[in-house]
């Protein structure tokens, strides 16, 4: 894994950690992207499932 450093809102990476359950800073920061990630496939897959089909030729 990556090692990066980041300069972190103290009180935003608190409240995410109560959020997601998480005990450390890099649990956190790990969760936090994974949650965003797949709510971001969600909504990707929500577009495809709600999607007008295509006419066919």
Do not use: F, H, I
Not at 38 to 47: C, D, V
């Amino acid at each position: 894994m990556a090692e990066t450093e980041l300069d972190l809102d103290e009180q935003d990476l608190a409240q995410a950690a109560e959020v997601l359950g998480t005990t450390t800073p890099e649990e956190t920061v790990n969760a936090a992207l994974r949650a965003v990630a797949a709510e971001y496939s969600r909504e990707l897959a929500m577009e495809v499932r709600t999607a007008e089909p295509r006419p066919e030729a």
